[in-house]
Each structure stands twice: as structure tokens, then as C-alpha cells.
T-cell receptor
Framework: SQTIHQWPATLVQPVGSPLSLECTVEGTSNPNLYWYRQAAGRGLQLLFY??????ISSEVPQNLSASRPQDRQFILSSKKLLLSDSGFYLC????????????????FGPGTRLTVL | AQTVTQSQPEMSVQEAETVTLSCTYD???????LFWYKQPPSRQMILVIRQEAYKQQNATENRFSVNFQKAAKSFSLKISDSQLGDTAMYFCAFMKLYNNAGNMLTFGGGTRLMVKP
């Protein structure tokens, strides 16, 4: 079965410090990968998605970036964190099976709670 | 762009009773998927149920069922025989399908459901 891991689970960082959050998926190959952010008491906002190694699409302009160095690894980074970067970051994966209406359900990792002070 | 609206920020229900959560969406697309995700206090996003827009039959998963009204762009979730473990935030989500790109989810703002003993 497929599993998705995120680390760290919790992170407290000062303003201006760098950031690196990691997401890995096991049990599948060539997944679509996604990074979402959830502000306190709010819904999820898509930040980045990737359909393959080295292929990153950004949905929201900001000081965050993403990379996909390996097929099942997705990294969210920042060179200098802002207070507004605080939130809950969720990674998700899906299988692209676009054949006559097949679904592309996304499955989420456990998340990383980031607090920027 | 698609938008998803959940008009009920908070709801409560007595254990063993039935509750319905509302969701409306706005899109010009004809081919898409709709989802309900549950986020318990652990903040793990868990898929509850999904509906393909081309299917007229409403999806069901055990105690969970939907009322999908495509013309009205409405997608409500009914939880029967509510259990204490159903206490969570519930998010409605829309997915437009692309052939050659990541299939992105657009989330509503969420409904906080409290099941009372």
C-alpha cells in the first residue's frame, strides 16, 4: 500500500531563517505531488504541484519555492521566512490515470505545523 | 476560476442522529470531480467521499452519502447515525480535470462539526 511521510511534524523558526520541509511517498511511482498551506481555521490553499522530476508549477507567488529531486520526493523551501509563512503545510499525492473518467483522488500526508516568530 | 462555498462555519448534532453539511460551487466546466474531506483534531486530511460529475447517481460510503445537484451546483454531505468520531472539520473540494497537468483541488472554507453525546 502507499504511504506518504512529512517531516518535521512541528517546526518553530525565527523570521528571516531558511526553511526546508520534506515529503516522500512510498509504494507508488510517478505520482503527482502537491504542497498546500492551511492558515489557522481556514481551508487549504494550493502552493505548488509537480507532475514529474524537476517539473514544478507554482500557484501562488510568494517567497516559497519547491523542488522535486527524485520521483517520490517533494521539498518546500524558503531562503528567508516571513511571519505570514506560519501555518500548517500539507503534502499530497495522486496517481494520474486519465482514462475515460478515472479519478485522480489526492491523498494527504500528516502535515507540518510551522510557526514563524 | 472555480470557487467553493461552505455556508455553515459550525454545526452540531446529537450522537446517532443525522446531519447534512452544505456546499455550493461555481464553475463553467462540465467534467469535474467533487470531494468531501474530513480533518479531525490530528489535522490529517482524510477522504470521506467523492463524486464524478458525469454520474447522476449520488455517491455513498457507509454512513456517508451526498446529494449532488449538478444544475444547481450543489453538493451536500449527509452523515447518518452520527458518531463521536465524526467530530472534525469537513471540507468540500472541487477538482477540474486536466489531461497533461496536475489535477488541482479547490477547497471550501470548511464546516466544523461537533457530535454531542
Amino acid at each position: 500500500s502507499q504511504t506518504i511521510h512529512q517531516w518535521p511534524a512541528t517546526l518553530v523558526q525565527p523570521v528571516g531563517s531558511p526553511l526546508s520541509l520534506e515529503c516522500t511517498v512510498e509504494g507508488t511511482s510517478n505520482p503527482n505531488l502537491y504542497w498546500y498551506r492551511q492558515a489557522a481555521g481556514r481551508g487549504l490553499q494550493l502552493l505548488f504541484y509537480s507532475v514529474g522530476i524537476g517539473q514544478i508549477s507554482s500557484e501562488v507567488p510568494q517567497n516559497l519555492s519547491a523542488s522535486r529531486p527524485q520521483d517520490r520526493q517533494f521539498i518546500l523551501s524558503s531562503k528567508k521566512l516571513l511571519l505570514s509563512d506560519s501555518g500548517f503545510y500539507l503534502c499530497a499525492w495522486s496517481v494520474r490515470t486519465w482514462t475515460g473518467g478515472s479519478t485522480d483522488t489526492q491523498y494527504f500526508g500528516p502535515g507540518t505545523r510551522l510557526t514563524v516568530l | 476560476a472555480q470557487t467553493v462555498t461552505q455556508s455553515q462555519p459550525e454545526m452540531s448534532v446529537q450522537e446517532a442522529e443525522t446531519v447534512t453539511l452544505s456546499c455550493t460551487y461555481d464553475t463553467s466546466e462540465n467534467n469535474y470531480y467533487l470531494f468531501w474531506y474530513k480533518q479531525p483534531p490530528s489535522r490529517q486530511m482524510i477522504l470521506v467521499i467523492r463524486q464524478e460529475a458525469y454520474k447522476q447517481q449520488n455517491a455513498t460510503e457507509n454512513r456517508f452519502s451526498v446529494n449532488f445537484q449538478k444544475a444547481a451546483k450543489s453538493f451536500s454531505l449527509k452523515i447518518s447515525d452520527s458518531q463521536l468520531g465524526d467530530t472534525a472539520m469537513y471540507f468540500c473540494a472541487f477538482m477540474k480535470l486536466y489531461n497533461n497537468a496536475g489535477n488541482m483541488l479547490t477547497f471550501g472554507g470548511g464546516t466544523r462539526l461537533m457530535v454531542k453525546p
